[in-house]
Each structure stands twice: as C-alpha cells, then as structure tokens.
C-alpha cells in the first residue's frame, strides 16, 4: 500500500524534529558533564590540598602513627585517603591498604614530584584520584563520582525524553500544516464528486487559493469541456429525436390511412401494408428506446412515489392481474425514486417476463437493509448462469417463449432496466426462483 | 365527430395526419404556421387544437398562450420533443395535453374522444364548494376568490370541481388523470402541471399553498 502524503510529510516533520533535538541534547549533554566534572574535579583537588597539609602537619617525623593521622582527616563516605609512604600503602583503615585502585601512571607522575588527578572506574563506579607529593610521603584522594554519574544519568534521560517529545510535537505539527495545505484539495474532491453527480455548473474560484490557481483553472477548464460535450451529446440525442421522429409521424399516420382501405386492395397489397404497419411499429418502439438509453445517464429525479400504485398501474396497462403483487411487511409506501423511470423499469421487466418467461408470476416489493427492493418473478424455463450478466447488454434477446408472430422486443429492454437502476446508484441482477422460473431483482438504494 | 385544428410546420405530417383524423370521422384543418392557425381559430373556431411546438415564426408555446388569451378550447400538444423540459413548459402555457411523436392515430382519437367526453360531462355532485375564500360552482361553470370570478380552463375547471367533489381527501394523480382526462394510462405530470397552474390562480402565495395541498408521494386534495 503507498503511503499517503500527509503521513510522509508528518514523518519528515517528525525525523527532522528529532535530528534536531537529538543533536542539541548531545550538545547540552556534552557541555554539561565536562562542566559538571571539571568543578567537582577542582573541588575534589582543592580538598586534598587542604588534606594533604593537615597529614604533612601531623606527621613530622618517621615515628607517628601514620593511621590515627589519616583517620582524623574529615572525609566523609565518598572520599577515601591514601598514603603512599615509604614503599607502603597507608589507610584510614587498618585493613591490607588499597593502593592498586591507583593507576601506575599516576603513581609515577606523582614519583617524579608533579600533583595530578586521573579518573578511574572503582568496583565499577566513577572516580577520581587526586595524588600530591608532600614531605612525607604520597598523599592520594580517591574521590567517588558516583552521585555526579548518576545527576548525568538523569540529565540524559530527560534529554533523551525531550528529543523524543519534540519529534512528536514535529509529527503533530507536520499532521496539522498538511491538513491545512490540504485543504483546498478537499474542495477539489468536494467539487469533481459534485460533478459526478451531475452538478455540471460546478465550478472552483480560482482566487480562493492563489497557490492552487493552476490547478482550479484547470479544473474549471475541464468542466467546462465536460459540460459542454454533454450538452452537445444531448442536443444531438434531442435533434435524432426530432429528425427521426418527425418521418416516422408521416409514416405511422399514413400506414394507418391505407391500412384502413386493406380490404379493397389485393392480398398481396394487403399482406405488404400488414408488414409495414408491424414494422413501423417496431421502429418506433427502437427509437423510444435508443433515446432513452443515450439519456439514461442523467441522474434520476426523484420525488416521492407511492410504489405500490405504480405496481399496480403497469399491471392493469399491461393486461395482467393486480394480486401480481406482493409487498413485504416493513415496506414503506412511498419510495424517493425517479417514477417515470422506475416505471418503464417495471414495464421493461414485465415486458419480458410475458415475451421470455411464461408470464410474469409475481412482483414482489420490500426492503434489504437500507435499499428498496423490487423483484419480478416468471414462470419460465429461468436463464442460464452463463447469461445472467449478458441479458443486460444491448440487443441481446431470449429465446421468446411464446413467440407470436415473430412480435420480438428491441433488445433494449433490459439495458434499459440496469441504466434506469444505475441512475439511482442502484442495480440490477438476475436470479433463480426457488422452484424454477427467473428472478429479476432490482435494489435501490 | 367534431372539428380538429392541426397547426403542424412539416408538409408530409401536416397532409398524413388530416387524412387520417378525416378517416376517424373530423373535420381537420390545418395550417402550417401558429399565425394562421391563430386566424383560423378566430374565424372558424374549431372543437380541438393540435400543435406543434417547433414553428417557424412564432413557436408553439407563445401560439398556445395566445389561443389561451382568447378561449378555453381543448389544446393538445403534438411535438416531437419529448423532454421533460419541453412537455412541462407547453402545459404551464396552457396546453390540456402533450403526445410525443410519433403518436398512432386510433391513440390521437382516443383522446381527442376523452377530450370531447370531458367536455359534455356528466352533472356535477354538488353545487356550490366553498374552501374559506374559494368557491366552486359547478353548475354555473364558475370559480370565485373571495367574490370574484377567475377564469380557468376547461381542464382546470373539471380538475377544481373533481377536488372539491372530495373536499379533504386525497386524490391520487392516477384518479385525478381518469376522472379529469379519462386516461385509463398517462402521463402524471398533466396532473402535476394543471395543479401548479389552478395555484397561481386560486392560491396567494402558489409557491405555500393553503387550499390546493401535495400529499407527498399521494396526491393532492382541496382544503378549506
């Protein structure tokens, strides 16, 4: 699946934040410990110093007690003092002395007479081990800097947590701009769906969003071109219509005026006038429903519609029973459809029922969720499952079952009935009736 | 039988048509533009005016208003257009009916006899209808507001008096298309039409009105 462009820019919003923020958080990190250990380091060396005089001050000779003198030095619990006197380690404490927590490095630059400090890691905590050479010896301070590692410890975290909650906030704020620059697409798609519609005079202002003007321009350039193809389509359809029509009023009026005078003419006349009038009738029937096929794209209009009086209208028209019909409990009486169309849809359906299916056995009307539901039921041999969807194509016609005389329909029939259902975003399919026959069921939304 | 004007531009249609409505037993004249069917009309009035709406000169719908200005005789559309568009505005003109060519002319009879019946109908239920300020006179072939006649048209005469025979009760526009035209099958906007055009003329404000109701996806009915 592609990723769409709001999540891409909010996702570079949000990297970008966070490369920022890191790098700043290193920064302050950085400065913050060499800051924070320089101090405590001149700190720690100031306080040995001062160590370092009281020791000198109470060791004179080679005779004192080198430990009384170390313990009385107030040192705390993160210092811990050394002497390193004569080749031997002294302590605050009369354990084995601890002189290996020195580094060697130290030892020898403090042999040669120079102060120093280096860090170490004791027992795996930070420290810092500060020796100054004094009369009497070596005096070392091994200085815990573990309360300053844990103060950067917690600097670190909340760095860390400020970097991760910037890029958050650079996330949302990608989120929220593109919806903002988005928003004049939005009123592209509102316009295009208005168009789909069949609202051609949708139109998008140009000055509404300088930054989108091309595309607004565009767009109004198309639907322009839209409209008027359609409105050329449809004038052209109005003047077949007119063209086609007008010929076929002089014929039909003309057939009728000689075939009243049948029975004087010879039976060959006779028979011809018979063929002319049949077929002139069929033509007409041709053209009414090619115009309505190259129409049927407009959208339905639709009022309200008692549909079980229209059901029984086309029923009485065409010659058939009213208890065809059936309406399942919970089915409203009025349905907002297009009734003229829906009406030929039902007349089509009828139609070939009687023509194709042994008669139509019964029209059923009811509800399948939100959609209205129409069902025309046969009596005939059903239709093939290979040709449920065909029947719907142009010209396609059945086998008449009760061909009389050849009296065969247009073949638009059915094409009608799926554009009439699509026109009100509904469809149409084709069925079985449980215990044979064919079902033909249109669903309206 | 009785007398057909046809008012119809092409030749070929103008001459078949006469044939075959003489053969159904009227007397037609025709003429091939709306100002000659006009003169025609004034000098000869006939029972029933065919039209077509495409003219040369003035077309069929301003040819319709002027018939109108002068007279309630019957007048039927007879055009090729079979828009929506076209269909209403020739009724809102004033046309009592609309057929879309090609028309079968035992169907053009049939109307014209559903035309004529309309014309010599039967003796009205009632004599007098009052709705508030509206008055319906059957009898007298007349529709007051508040005191005054209005005039309406054969059909819109018949349709008034057909809803106010049932006062409050709805009509649907398949009744209304049997009792008023005599169409066993039609088309409703004749109905829908013919109401809008009695509201602008018994109603105050058409676009609300109080006498002449919709029943939504039902009908119509007359109120008080």
Known sequence: MRVGLRTRVSAAFAVGALVLSACVSMVSYELARSTLFSERERTAVRATYFDAAVVDAGLPDRTADVGEVLRSLDTGVDRHVLLHRDGRWYSPNAGPAAGFAVPTGLQELTAGGTAGAQRIRLDGQAALVVGIPVRSGIFYEVVSLSELDRTLQLLGLVLAAVAIMVAGAGAAVGWYVTRHALRPLTAVAAAARNIADGDLDTRLDPDAEPDLAALSV??????????????????????????????????????????????????KAAAAVGLISEEVGRFQDLVDDLLELARSDRPADREPTDLRGLVARVCRARGLPEDLLEVEPGTPEVWPVDR?????????????????????VAVRLGRAGERHVIEVDDAGPGIAEENRTVIFDRFVRGPAANARGGGDGTGLGLSIVARHAAAHG???????????????????? | MGSVLLIEDDDRIRLSL??????????????????????AQ?????????????LPGMDGFECIRQLRRVDDVPIIVVSARDDTHDIVAGLEAGADDYIVKPVAVKELAARLRALRRRARAAAPAVTVAAFGDLEVLPEAGEVRLRGEPVAVTRT??????????????????QQLL??????????????DVHVGRLRHKIEETPGAPRHLVTVRGLGYKLQR
């Not at chain 1, 008027?228 to 009026?253: K, N």
């Not at chain 1, 003229?340 to 139509?360: M, W």
């Not at chain 2, 003489?22 to 091939?32: C, I, N, P, R």
């Not at chain 2, 000869?44 to 495409?54: I, K, S």
Request: net charge negative.
């Open chain 1, 218 to 267: 565009s767009f109004n350039h198309m639907a322009d071109q839209l409209a008027r193809r359609i409105e050329r389509d449809r004038r052209f359809a109005a003047d077949v219509s007119h063209e086609l029509r007008s010929p076929l009023q002089t014929l039909s009026a003309a057939v009728s005026v000689v075939d009243r005078r049948r029975d004087g003419m010879d039976p």
């Open chain 1, 340 to 360: 003229r169309r829906i009406e030929q849809a039902l007349r089509n359906l009828l139609d070939n029922a009687v023509r194709y299916g042994g008669g139509p």
């Open chain 1, 426 to 445: 509904g469809t149409v399919t084709a069925g079985e009736r449980p215990g044979g026959g064919a079902r033909f069921r249109v669903e309206l939304p």
């Open chain 2, 18 to 39: 006469t044939m075959a409505l003489e053969d159904e037993g009227y007397t037609a004249h025709a003429v091939a533009t709306a100002e000659e069917g006009l003169v």
């Open chain 2, 42 to 54: 004034r000098s000869n009035p006939a029972d029933t005016v065919l039209v077509d709406l495409m």
């Open chain 2, 156 to 173: 819109e005469f018949r349709l008034l008096c057909e809803l106010a025979e049932h006062p409050g009760q709805v009509l649907s526009r």
């Open chain 2, 178 to 191: 049997q009792r008023v035209w005599g169409y066993e099958i039609g088309d409703e906007r004749l109905v």
